[in-house]
């Protein structure tokens, strides 16, 4: 069954103003905006389809890796499957992300929120990644529209030592 197309606006100002101030950089703002023209400065962007591709143009590659996925899901995508299937596709994580917490998908949906490319689907605070696994995550429809699909890289192995023989 397919999603809803959704939007962030309505979710913005439910949006926390520290947490709105690192989203608005993603759209030409200062971090310095007060929390009414953050929201103003994120839906201007957002509204623009010129300015969502530029956005877009300049994501780092996880962060189009996983927009492009939560696309092919349909615009949502559980917050517990972002994080491995990354990992699975060949997708370079920075170490930053690996090396501070203990879940992967808990360190990527917290920069992907922080950025404001993905908010929590459902009740409670949008921006909310703890407790994650159960709880689902969903992209603008207008960012979705400006991504394309990627390219797994082939998964390799290497040769594992021979067992002993017995």
Known sequence: ????????????????????????TLWGGKASLRKDLCIEVIRKGL??????????????????A????IKQAGGVIDGDMIGVTLLALGVPLPSRLLDRYTKIG?????????RGLVLADGPGNPTSVYSYSSTRFFSDERLLAAVEPVEAEPFTLKPGLRPPSS
Do not use: G, T
């Open 1 to 24: 069954m397919p999603v809803p197309a959704q939007r962030f606006d309505s979710l913005l100002p439910e949006i926390r103003a520290d947490d709105l101030k690192s989203m608005v």
């Open 47 to 64: 509204a623009d389809p010129v300015q969502v591709r530029a956005a877009v143009k300049h994501l780092y590659p996880y962060e189009y």
């Open 66 to 69: 996983a927009l492009a996925l």
């Open 106 to 114: 808990e360190a990527v949906l917290s920069a992907l929120v922080k």
